[in-house]
């Protein structure tokens, strides 16, 4: 069984910072692609940065420059730096893997969610 834990959420002043971090455990192989997703209150949820298991990023346009994603691959973890947090960043953020398990197949896994109130 595989598991994604994300932590680091809470609440913030607008232009504050936050880290969030994302753990996968259990029966894993390999870890390909990996990322962070946010859904608003009312909204659909949207990407806000992928990453490659090579380190090959990209993100939104709404947060480029303000938001940096990483990853540590000998701990199978992503991150997401935060910065110059807006009202508008408010929302829960998910994280998000494909991973290769021990038992030979392919799958996608979310995090539970942690959420993100960044207040005016």
């Known amino acids: 069984q595989v598991q994604l834990v994300e932590s680091g959420g809470g609440l913030v002043q607008a232009g504050g910072s936050l880290r969030l971090s994302c753990a996968a455990s259990g029966s894993i192989f390999s870890i390909n692609a990996m990322g962070w997703y946010r859904q608003a209150p009312g909204k659909q949820r949207e990407l806000v940065a992928p990453i490659t298991s090579g380190g090959v990023t990209n993100c939104a346009d709404s947060v480029k420059g303000r938001f940096t994603i990483s990853r540590d691959n000998a701990k199978n973890t992503v991150y997401l730096q935060m910065n110059s947090l807006k009202p508008e960043d408010t929302a829960v953020y998910y994280c998000?893997?494909?991973?290769?398990?021990?038992?030979?197949?392919?799958?996608?896994?979310w995090g539970q969610g942690t959420q993100v109130t960044v207040s005016s």
């Open positions: 998000n893997a494909d991973i290769f398990s021990t038992s030979g197949t392919w799958a996608n896994y």
